[in-house]
Protein backbone atom coordinates (compact mmCIF):
# COMPACT_ATOMS: atom_id res chain seq x y z
CA UNK A 1 0.00 0.00 0.00
CA UNK A 2 1.41 3.16 -0.74
CA UNK A 3 1.27 5.97 1.84
CA UNK A 4 0.89 9.58 0.36
CA UNK A 5 2.45 12.38 0.29
CA UNK A 6 1.33 15.73 2.09
CA UNK A 7 0.49 18.03 -0.68
CA UNK A 8 2.75 20.69 -1.24
CA UNK A 9 1.73 24.34 -1.93
CA UNK A 10 3.90 26.78 -4.05
CA UNK A 11 4.79 29.49 -2.05
CA UNK A 12 2.91 33.09 -3.21
CA UNK A 13 5.25 34.87 -5.73
CA UNK A 14 5.85 38.22 -4.09
CA UNK A 15 6.75 40.17 -7.80
CA UNK A 16 4.41 42.38 -9.97
CA UNK A 17 4.45 43.11 -13.23
CA UNK A 18 3.66 46.78 -12.67
CA UNK A 19 5.49 49.34 -10.47
CA UNK A 20 4.44 51.12 -7.12
CA UNK A 21 4.89 54.27 -9.62
CA UNK A 22 2.41 53.22 -11.98
CA UNK A 23 -0.01 51.75 -9.22
CA UNK A 24 -0.10 55.61 -7.89
CA UNK A 25 -0.96 56.90 -11.32
CA UNK A 26 -3.54 53.89 -11.67
CA UNK A 27 -4.75 55.23 -8.61
CA UNK A 28 -4.93 58.98 -9.91
CA UNK A 29 -6.73 58.45 -12.75
CA UNK A 30 -9.14 56.19 -11.43
CA UNK A 31 -10.01 59.24 -8.27
CA UNK A 32 -8.19 62.58 -8.91
CA UNK A 33 -9.00 63.43 -5.57
CA UNK A 34 -7.48 60.66 -3.83
CA UNK A 35 -5.51 61.18 -0.67
CA UNK A 36 -1.76 59.62 0.04
CA UNK A 37 -3.13 57.73 2.95
CA UNK A 38 -6.32 56.41 0.27
CA UNK A 39 -3.36 55.64 -2.28
CA UNK A 40 -1.62 53.82 0.25
CA UNK A 41 -3.95 51.42 1.03
CA UNK A 42 -5.26 50.41 -2.17
CA UNK A 43 -1.58 49.81 -3.30
CA UNK A 44 -0.11 48.15 -0.49
CA UNK A 45 2.46 50.70 1.10
CA UNK A 46 3.12 53.15 3.43
CA UNK A 47 1.60 56.70 3.15
CA UNK A 48 4.77 58.03 3.17
CA UNK A 49 5.89 55.96 0.35
CA UNK A 50 2.82 56.79 -1.46
CA UNK A 51 3.84 60.86 -0.83
CA UNK A 52 7.53 59.92 -2.39
CA UNK A 53 6.17 58.46 -5.43
CA UNK A 54 3.58 61.25 -5.85
CA UNK A 55 6.72 63.90 -5.19
CA UNK A 56 8.67 61.69 -8.13
CA UNK A 57 5.37 61.91 -10.45
CA UNK A 58 5.28 65.69 -10.10
CA UNK A 59 9.01 66.43 -10.35
CA UNK A 60 9.55 64.59 -13.37
CA UNK A 61 6.09 66.36 -15.08
CA UNK A 62 3.75 63.34 -15.03
CA UNK A 63 1.32 64.60 -12.58
CA UNK A 64 0.76 67.39 -11.57
CA UNK A 65 -1.12 68.95 -8.17
CA UNK A 66 -3.45 71.76 -7.53
CA UNK A 67 -4.96 72.77 -4.24
CA UNK A 68 -8.73 73.05 -3.93
CA UNK A 69 -9.61 73.93 -0.17
CA UNK A 70 -8.03 71.60 2.11
CA UNK A 71 -7.86 68.91 -0.49
CA UNK A 72 -5.30 68.01 -3.54
CA UNK A 73 -6.49 67.61 -7.03
CA UNK A 74 -4.22 65.44 -9.07
CA UNK A 75 -4.05 65.63 -13.30
CA UNK A 76 -2.24 62.86 -15.12
CA UNK A 77 0.04 64.20 -18.04
CA UNK A 78 -0.91 61.54 -20.75
CA UNK A 79 1.84 62.41 -22.99
CA UNK A 80 4.22 61.65 -20.10
CA UNK A 81 6.61 58.72 -21.67
CA UNK A 82 7.57 55.21 -20.24
CA UNK A 83 10.83 55.61 -18.70
CA UNK A 84 12.51 51.91 -19.52
CA UNK A 85 15.05 52.73 -22.91
CA UNK A 86 13.19 49.92 -24.45
CA UNK A 87 9.58 51.96 -24.62
CA UNK A 88 10.47 55.21 -23.87
CA UNK A 89 9.07 56.20 -27.44
CA UNK A 90 5.50 55.51 -25.72
CA UNK A 91 3.24 57.38 -23.76
CA UNK A 92 1.28 56.35 -20.76
CA UNK A 93 -2.20 57.59 -21.56
CA UNK A 94 -2.76 54.83 -23.90
CA UNK A 95 -1.33 52.37 -21.00
CA UNK A 96 -3.75 53.50 -18.26
CA UNK A 97 -6.52 53.58 -20.95
CA UNK A 98 -6.20 49.55 -21.29
CA UNK A 99 -5.15 49.00 -17.35
CA UNK A 100 -8.25 50.95 -16.06
CA UNK A 101 -10.84 49.41 -18.72
CA UNK A 102 -13.00 46.80 -18.01
CA UNK A 103 -11.83 44.82 -20.96
CA UNK A 104 -15.14 46.60 -23.18
CA UNK A 105 -14.24 49.05 -26.30
CA UNK A 106 -15.58 52.38 -24.82
CA UNK A 107 -18.11 53.65 -27.11
CA UNK A 108 -17.65 57.16 -28.74
CA UNK A 109 -20.17 59.31 -27.39
CA UNK A 110 -21.90 61.36 -30.74
CA UNK A 111 -22.06 64.86 -30.87
CA UNK A 112 -25.48 66.48 -29.35
CA UNK A 113 -27.11 68.39 -32.29
Known amino acids: MKTQEPQRT ?4 TWVFLTNHAHVLL ?4 DSQSRARDIA ?6 ER ?3 R ?7 DGYVTRTK ?14 LR ?15 LNSDGQP ?8
Open 10 to 13: RPAS
Open 27 to 30: CIAR
Open 41 to 46: DQVGIT
Open 49 to 51: AAQ
Open 53 to 59: ILADLIA
Open 68 to 81: VGRRNRYKINPRGH
Open 84 to 98: HPVFRELSIGPLLEV
Open 106 to 113: KRRQSPRP
